[in-house]
């Protein structure tokens, strides 16, 4: 099995750590996601792979050959361009030959190979054309099979649905994984939108600031982060801090102040031993959170909050509500707009009740650094200062 | 079709064009043009012994092919090529060096290489003979080196003109080589040396061919004048080796004058740079159509 | 740190930049030390003096060079610029029937050997015996200039953003008013660097100069390759180094012509 792996791989640009002590394994035939904000050192990474910069310290091996010093011409890694920087004076044909012309193959085999790769991303009848006469997911296309007919044994994907708009991103998303099906080669994909990453990957590391924050499954990280990034930075969560107040066999009981002096009760399961009296964070994700108008009758493991709604947005698949409990903020999906019997919706400044299985919370972390008065909300400014001064 | 109404607009547009170019279209047409019909005409009359006789004939031009007159175009045509080709060997690193450096330096260095280029042509030749006398500098550095023992003729040799026409044309090749080398997408070099290709490789299959209209436009910007030079080789060339610049400046400036052969002459010389033009035209339009196909 | 092929690349490339600076710098920083050098002869340093600028103040012929090559440059840019600005006016119109024609009679001067429009226009004035002298040096300043002065301006016009045309009639500007407070200014950086362009090559000029100028009208091109072929250069070492110095004026000093001189390359 050939894996590429990270020894402690870093790397310095000037006083700037770009990457810091990264240690990774990547299984072969495996579709793997490097997943953060810009500037996290994902696509430097990706270049140490490629053989564009050399790491600073550290060693990358594909199976149990270093490839660390290798120019890219001598390593079996392929890249697919943000921008394809496909050859603007080659036809289609010509971009996707190149490779194997570089290697002096007799001609019929590279027309062969050519037009079979041609036919795998479905453009076989493009090939005399010039790169500015094709469309960008064609292009996209075309990329790929340039960089697939040279067998590589591994494909990198620096951000490459990044300049499509929506629908062919969806699109080619699909397409992408059952190339990825059909070559059996790995796969390692750079991306800053966690849709794509959490749909296309076996497995994801989220990245922040030169370091991995979390890698696993996407299931795996979106359900039970392990830090208050990685909560953020997959899919949109409520973080709730309190203190713990009593530790039973299941579950433990959380006082949480609400900012105006009042003090929430609520049960939570957990994972990992906690001692009485520390102060916890909690991740709870929105679509967790039930919303009624009507108290519900009360159970031992739902948690059971008042609230007021702030705020409702419509989104079509899903109506997200703002709904204040004292000074804390709560952000709710409920999958249709909540309507009742009394054929009213839920309306701007109205009483609700929120209630959620205590099973539903995921504790991220002991002794957080601040207490986070509200619940912030998509508040990148927020978020980033907050991610700043956690810990990674 | 056009109504009535937008025919009346395209009316008025094409009056106003016509009045403001046509100030233009008459200088030309005066000082360009007739001028290349009188020099035809003259080309094909009689050369007496002082002036010009108003009798048709093709003395002048028979003369070119039989009185010796074809050495100083080859001469010419060889300093073109030369003058050329140094510039492009030496123009190309350093046009690659200035696209690729950040912005803030980018700045400084265009300067650097402008500077010479908007300094008097006339002074910047007259630096060289300074520097290149036989009681100059780099004869005076060469000696106090040991590696001559008395001065050598350096200025008023081939090699001299080969030398100041490179300095003096050298920014004709840069500033174009660097205006397509700017605008040259670097991550194609990662993306064929992803792909196998290595240095070298990757310059000859991308770089090169992405560069070829900088080449184009270089080349004939330093070629052209290098062709018609006269001040260079009257500066520090010798009188053995006369090119047709000078051949040409000598029929006009020296009496008895002889203006059917400088006519004859000249249009000869327009001839070459015509097919030049044309050969360089057909190579690009080849560039062009295949990928426009 | 290692040696890579693309390091090597690298440094090549400064190398190959230097060594050209080097090759482009030397003979003009010898040309401006020997302007102080105390010797009439060239090689060696016999001390420092200013006296070859002082004679250069007295001399009356390279005084009146002087005059004459400021004369034709100015009023050559002026004359150029103007049929310039008018022509790519004219231009703009991509509908207008002789368009191609003008263009092929503005671009041809410049794929043709300066000389031959020297050679030509000389015998233009003599064969309508026109006594060569300023007029005639004149004519062929702006027949050479005008080429630049409209592929200028016209490239300017050409990323012109006509909506601002458009916003200022919505608004309620009359044609005159528009063309002299919105496109006017807006074309000004463009009439700016051809003007430049044209006045630089005007006081260049060596060549069409020498066809067209008649005895007793000298400008200082034409008065520094006679004083160099009679062999009294040493004030020509101190008037050339005036003359570098105000190209640096031009060039450094003034940064906002800096950046008008390389928009219009």
Avoid at chain 1, 46 to 65: N, Q, V, W
Avoid at chain 3, 21 to 37: D, K, R
Avoid at chain 3, 141 to 155: A, E, G, K, N, P
Wanted: with cysteine; aromatic share 12%; proline share 4%.
């Amino acid at each position: 099995m050939e894996n590429i792996i990270l020894h402690n791989i870093s790397k310095d640009f000037g006083t700037f750590r770009a990457v810091d002590g990264v240690n990774l394994t990547i299984k072969s035939g495996e579709l793997f996601s490097f997943l953060g904000p810009s500037g996290c050192g994902k696509t430097t990474l990706l270049r140490m792979i490629a053989g564009f910069e050399t790491p600073t310290e550290g060693s990358i091996y594909l199976g149990d050959k270093n490839i660390s010093d290798l120019p890219p011409y001598k390593r079996e890694v392929n890249t697919i361009f943000q921008n394809y920087s496909l050859f603007p004076h080659m036809t289609v044909f010509d971009n996707v030959a190149f490779g194997l012309k570089i290697k002096k193959r007799p001609k019929t085999e590279i027309k062969d190979r050519v037009h079979e790769m041609l036919k795998l991303v479905k453009m076989e009848d493009q090939a005399n054309k010039y790169p500015d006469q094709i469309s960008g997911g064609q292009k996209q296309r075309i990329a790929i099979a340039r960089a697939l007919i040279n067998k590589p044994r591994v494909l990198l994907l620096d951000e490459p649905l990044a300049a499509l708009d929506l629908k062919l991103r969806q699109h080619m998303l699909i397409e992408l994984m059952d190339i990825h099906d059909a070559v059996g080669i790995t796969f390692i994909y750079v991306t800053h939108d966690q849709g794509e990453a959490m749909s296309i990957s076996d497995r994801l590391a989220v990245m922040n600031q030169g370091k991995i924050v979390q890698e696993g499954p996407p299931d795996d990280i979106y359900e039970r982060p392990t830090s208050i990034f990685s909560a953020y930075f997959i899919g949109e969560t409520n973080l709730i801090t309190g203190d713990v107040y009593k530790v039973y066999d299941d579950y433990l009981e959380l006082h949480c102040p609400d900012g105006t002096g009042k003090m929430l009760k609520l049960d939570s399961s957990f994972h990992k031993p906690v001692s009485e009296g520390t102060r916890i964070t909690l991740s709870l994700r929105p679509e967790k959170i039930a919303i009624s108008r009507f108290k519900p009758r009360p159970q031992d493991d739902i948690n059971i909050i008042k609230g007021q709604i702030e705020d409702i947005l419509y989104l079509g698949s899903h109506t997200q509500y703002i709904v204040r409990v004292g000074k804390l903020k709560f952000r709710v999906f409920s999958q249709h707009k909540r309507v009742y019997f009394d054929d009213k919706a839920l309306d701007w400044e109205e009483e609700v009740w929120l209630f959620w299985h205590d099973t539903d919370t995921w504790l991220i972390e002991d002794n957080p650094l601040d207490i986070l008065t509200d619940a912030e909300l998509d508040d990148n400014g927020n978020l980033q200062r907050y991610v700043k001064r956690s810990k990674v | 079709m056009l109504s009535s109404r937008e025919v009346l607009q395209e009316k008025k547009k094409n009056l106003s064009s016509w009045l403001l170019s046509l100030p233009s279209m008459i200088w030309l047409a005066f000082f360009f043009l007739v001028p290349y019909l009188i020099v035809v005409f003259y080309s094909f009359l009689t050369q007496d012994i002082y002036d010009v006789k108003f009798e048709f004939s093709l003395d002048a031009y028979r003369q070119i092919f039989t009185n010796g007159y074809l050495q100083p175009f080859f001469l010419s045509f060889k300093l073109a090529i030369y003058t050329v080709v140094i510039c492009l060997l030496l123009g190309f690193p350093v046009a690659y060096y200035m696209a690729r450096a950040n912005d803030k330096l980018k700045n400084t260095l265009l300067i650097l290489i402008i500077i010479p280029f908007w300094t008097n042509l006339i002074i910047r030749i007259f630096s060289w003979r300074i520097f290149l006398s036989y009681s100059g500098v780099l004869n005076g550095v060469l000696m106090k080196l040991g590696l001559i023992s008395q001065p050598i003729e350096i200025l008023r040799t081939n090699l001299a003109v080969i030398l100041v026409m490179v300095y003096v044309y050298l920014p004709y090749m840069i500033l174009p080589l660097y205006s397509v080398l700017e605008k040259l997408d670097f991550t194609l070099l990662n993306a064929a040396m992803d792909l196998g290709a290595n240095e070298i490789k990757s310059f000859f299959l991308i770089t090169l061919p992405l560069a070829i209209e900088g080449i184009f436009a270089g080349s004939l910007l330093v070629f052209i004048p290098a062709l018609g030079a006269y001040l260079i080789p009257q500066l520090v060339g010798n009188q053995q080796s006369l090119y047709i610049g000078q051949v040409i400046t000598y029929k006009v400036k020296n009496i008895p004058r002889n203006w059917p052969m400088a006519s004859a002459l000249s249009l000869t010389l327009l001839f070459m740079v015509a097919i030049m033009l044309l050969i360089i035209y057909a190579i690009y339009r080849h560039h062009l159509a295949k990928r426009s196909s | 740190m290692k040696l890579s092929p693309t390091k090597v690349y690298k440094g090549l490339n400064l190398t190959a930049f230097s060594l050209v600076m080097i090759f482009l710098y030397i003979p003009i920083l010898i040309l401006i030390v020997f302007s102080f050098n105390d010797s009439r002869i060239i090689s060696g340093w016999q001390g420092f003096t200013f006296k070859y600028y002082i004679q250069l103040f007295h001399n009356p012929a390279i005084g009146e060079a002087f005059r004459n090559t400021m004369l034709i440059a100015g009023l050559s840019t002026v004359i150029s610029t103007t049929l310039g600005i008018m022509a790519a006016l004219g231009l703009e119109n991509k509908q207008f029937k002789a368009r191609k024609g003008l263009l092929a009679l503005i671009y041809t001067p410049l794929v043709i050997p300066d000389i031959l429009m020297g050679v030509s226009l000389a015998l233009l004035f003599n064969f309508t015996r026109i006594n060569t002298g300023m007029v005639t040096v004149l004519i062929a300043h702006v027949t050479f200039c005008i080429s630049y002065t409209v592929i200028v301006i016209q490239s300017r016009l050409e990323g012109f953003d006509y909506s601002l045309v458009e916003a200022a009639a919505d608004l309620g500007a009359k044609p005159h008013y528009i063309f002299w407070r919105i496109k006017f200014p807006l074309m000004l950086p463009g009439i700016i660097a051809a003007a430049l362009l044209a006045f630089t090559l005007s006081i260049d000029d060596f060549i069409i100069t020498f066809f067209t100028s008649g005895r007793g009208f000298d400008t200082l091109p034409i008065y520094v390759e006679g004083t160099i072929r009679r062999g009294t250069i040493t004030t020509i070492n101190a008037l050339s180094t005036l003359m570098i110095g105000f190209t640096l004026f031009l060039v450094v000093i003034t940064k906002r012509i800096r950046k008008i001189l390389i928009s219009a390359l």
